[in-house]
């Protein structure tokens, strides 16, 4: 891809592998990272634009499908036992102070519902992946080092 820069037209030939399809593919096909996670500026995101529309538009109907069992602000998160109300009092300033605190999960691999959780639960299971077994490590883990036997 060429773009023009102070030194004048350049070729740029950055790639990115999405995690979803495992296809390498140039930076212009890859989703654009929000702006105030990316560092300097301006990153990229770990999968392509492509699996990104789709996985948007099978959430975007498993939204639809579910969301006369989305949760009041006064429920409780079924992993921590949070109320709505409660995570929204640790959430970051501005924007997100407001944002609703509950997301819809979903197995990515069978792209089925699995339920409402509040959004701080489900940044921790995406970081494992929905691997069970790290998941088990994680928690051996956390009661080694507090002392206490799961």
Not at 36 to 45: C, D, I, L, N, S
Not at 71 to 77: A, K, L, N
Not at 138 to 148: F, L, N, T
Request: aromatic share 6%; charged share 30%; glycine share 6%.
């Amino acid at each position: 891809m060429k773009v023009m820069t102070l030194w004048g037209e350049e070729e740029i030939n950055d790639t990115r592998i999405c995690i979803h399809c495992g296809e390498e593919k140039h930076v212009s096909e890859i989703e654009l990272d929000r702006p105030h996670t990316a560092p300097r500026g301006k990153g990229y995101r770990n999968e392509c634009k492509q699996c990104r529309r789709k996985i948007n538009k099978d959430i975007t109907k498993l939204k639809k499908q579910y969301a006369h069992l989305r949760p009041h602000i006064t429920d409780t998160c079924i992993i921590c036992q949070r109320t709505g109300v409660e995570i929204q009092k640790t959430a970051s300033q501005g924007i997100h102070k407001k944002k609703d605190p509950w997301v819809l999960d979903h197995c990515h691999d069978k792209n089925v519902y699995r339920g409402w959780i509040c959004n701080h639960c489900n940044n921790g299971l995406s970081g494992f992946k929905d691997n069970i077994e790290s998941m088990k490590r994680a928690i051996q883990y956390v009661a080694d080092e507090s002392g206490e036997n799961p």
